[in-house]
C-alpha cells in the first residue's frame, strides 16, 4: 500500500482498466454462474453492510432469510425445512456432511464413510479432506446416472450418507432419486441431494422428476441461488428435513446479539440474502418458469444444430447443460479452436466431451455464431 491514497478519479481508471480484462459472459459456455439480475443487483448494494454472522443487529435482513428458507423450501416440497443461507454448493455439501457425521459420532460411530456418485462435483473431495471421512465413488450406469446397485454394493455399517445429485456439474444428469431415496428410508441412511446447479432448474422443466423433498428418504439439500437463481455470488442454501441436522452445526456465539451459529463461516453477507429474496419474490415461479424455458429452447436448438454436423450428444440434455461426443484425441483440439474464436467451453473427464451450459445470458444469435464455429473448426 503506498503512504497516500489516490484520487477517485485515479481508483475509477485502475478499476475499469481490471474489468475490461475480465471476460464478459456473452461468450461463456463454460460456467454455471451468470450476470445477476437486475432486482438482485439493486437489493445488494442496498444492504452492503448487513452481516448475517450477527443477525441480531440486522433483524430484517434475517427476516428475509427467513422467508427466502421457507420459499426455496417449498419449492422443493417442503416449507417448513430448516436452513440458512450459505456461500454455495460447497459450503452447503459440507456442512450435510458434517451435520449426519456430528451426530455419529455422538452415536460412538468413529468411522464413517459416504458414498457419492462418480460424477460428484469435487467440492466432496474437500470435505473427504476436512471431515477426514472416506467418500466412496458409486459407478454410473450408460446413461451417467449413479447405478443404484453399486450404491447398495458399497453401503456397509460405516456409511452414514448417500449423496445423490439432482443436476450433475458436468452433464447435468438427475441421479435416479426416487430409488435412492427407497434404500435410505430401508436402511435408515442420511440421503444428502446435491441440487445446487439442478434445484432452479428441475422444478421448472416442462418433464417432471422426483428429486427432492417429496421423496421420504431425502433428508437434506443443496441448491445454489447464485447459480440458476439470478441471484448475486455467494448465495447457496442448505435445507434440512429436520432441525436436529441444524443443531448438530450450532456452536455457542458467547459475544454476539445471538447465541449460537450454524453456518460454517462467521461473517455472512447479508446483502446475498436480500438480493435472493428479492429476486425470487419479483420473479416468482411464473419468471424462473420462464428464464428456464428459453434455455432449454436454445439448448434443444444447440443440440439439434450439433446432430445436423454429425455431432452427437453424449446424452440427450435433461438440463440446460450440453455434451457432445468427440473422440478422446479430438475434444482438447476442438476446445482450444473454439477458445481461439473467444468462446470459453470446458471437456468433461469421463466420457471426455465438450461441455457447454446454456445459462441466461445465452441468447439465440449467441447459439447460432457457436454453431458457425463449431462447424469451421471440425
Ligand atoms: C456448482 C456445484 C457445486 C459447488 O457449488 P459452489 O457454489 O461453486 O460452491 C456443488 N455441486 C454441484 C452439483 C454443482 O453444480
Not at 435412492?180 to 417432471?208: N, R, T
Not at 484425441?329 to 451450459?357: D, Q
Amino acid at each position: 500500500m503506498e503512504e497516500h491514497g489516490m484520487s477517485r478519479e485515479g481508483i475509477e481508471s485502475l478499476l475499469q482498466e481490471k474489468k475490461l480484462k475480465d471476460l464478459s459472459y456473452e461468450s461463456v459456455l463454460s460456467s454455471m454462474c451468470t450476470y445477476p439480475h437486475e432486482i438482485s443487483a439493486y437489493a445488494h448494494n442496498k444492504f452492503l453492510e448487513s452481516n448475517l454472522g450477527d443477525s441480531g443487529l440486522f433483524p430484517g435482513t434475517k427476516e428475509m432469510e427467513d422467508e427466502v428458507i421457507r420459499m426455496i423450501g417449498a419449492l422443493l416440497g417442503n416449507e417448513n425445512a430448516f436452513g440458512y443461507i450459505s456461500t454455495g454448493g460447497t459450503e452447503s455439501n459440507i456442512q450435510a456432511i458434517r451435520a449426519i457425521g456430528n451426530r455419529k459420532r455422538r452415536e460412538g460411530l468413529s468411522e464413517m464413510n459416504i458414498i457419492v456418485p462418480e460424477t460428484a462435483h469435487f467440492s466432496f473431495d474437500k470435505i473427504a479432506d476436512i471431515l477426514g471421512i472416506e467418500v466412496r465413488k458409486a459407478a454410473l450406469d450408460e446413461e451417467l446416472k449413479v447405478a443404484v446397485n453399486s450404491v447398495e454394493e458399497l453401503i456397509n455399517d460405516k456409511t452414514i450418507c448417500v449423496v445423490g445429485i439432482a443436476g450433475t456439474t458436468e452433464f447435468g444428469q438427475i441421479d435416479p432419486l426416487k430409488e435412492i431415496s427407497e434404500i435410505a428410508k430401508e436402511k435408515d441412511i442420511f440421503l444428502h441431494v446435491d441440487a445446487a446447479f439442478g434445484g432452479f432448474v428441475i422444478p421448472f422443466l416442462e418433464e417432471k422428476y422426483e428429486f427432492d423433498f417429496s421423496l421420504e428418504g431425502v433428508s437434506s439439500i443443496s441448491i445454489d441461488p447464485h447459480k440458476m437463481g439470478m441471484s448475486t455470488i455467494p448465495a447457496g442454501c442448505m435445507l434440512f428435513r429436520e432441525e436436529l441436522y441444524l443443531e448438530e452445526l450450532a456452536v455457542p456465539t458467547p459475544y454476539l446479539t445471538t447465541k449460537e451459529q450454524c453456518s460454517l463461516i462467521g461473517t455472512r453477507s447479508g446483502a446475498s440474502v436480500a438480493a435472493t429474496f428479492a429476486v425470487l419474490k419479483y420473479l416468482g415461479r411464473e419468471g424462473l418458469k420462464g428464464i428456464v424455458s428459453e434455455c432449454m429452447r436454445l439448448t434443444r436448438m444447440l443440440v439439434r444444430g450439433a446432430k445436423e454436423i454429425d455431432i452427437p450428444p453424449v446424452i440427450e440434455p435433461v438440463m440446460n447443460v450440453v455434451t457432445l461426443s468427440f473422440p478422446a484425441t479430438e475434444v482438447g483440439r476442438v476446445a482450444n479452436a473454439l477458445e481461439g474464436r473467444g468462446w470459453r467451453v470446458s471437456v468433461t473427464r469421463v466420457p471426455k466431451a465438450l461441455r457447454l451450459v446454456i445459462m441466461p445470458h445465452v441468447k439465440e444469435e449467441t447459439v447460432k455464431t457457436f454453431l458457425e464455429d463449431l462447424e469451421d473448426v471440425v
